[in-house]
């Protein structure tokens, strides 16, 4: 069974960093593509950024874009996000995407 399991949300302040991490089980994570999407209260869910297998090339949306960071580690079966100069808007849950499968979402709540 495939399973992503997501861990490191939680309040921080504005300006502050947080990671998030999801890990995976059920599939050979270092064949695939990662991606990470959020969604805020009443909005579509969106694109964060995404790392290809090998974490050699990465793509992040505009809004994140210089500080936020995504990388991966194989050994471990891992996906991380590293959040830096958080903003209030930054606030969602937000969900890791392997192929056709979701984490069930973390909550990052960004206080001003």
């Known amino acids: 069974q495939v399973q992503l399991v997501e861990s490191g949300g939680g309040l921080v302040q504005a300006g502050g960093p947080l990671r998030l991490s999801c890990t995976t089980f059920?599939?050979?994570?270092?064949?695939?593509?990662m991606s990470w999407f959020r969604q805020a209260p009443g909005k579509e869910r969106e694109f964060v950024a995404d790392i290809n297998w090998s974490g050699g090339r990465t793509n992040y949306a505009d809004s994140v874009k210089g500080r936020f960071t995504i990388s991966r580690d194989n050994t471990k079966n891992t996906v991380y996000l590293q959040m830096n100069s958080l903003k209030t808007d930054d606030t969602a849950v937000y969900y890791c995407k392997l192929s056709q499968y979701w984490g069930q979402g973390a909550q990052v709540t960004v206080s001003s």
């Open positions: 059920g599939l050979p994570f270092s064949a695939y593509a």
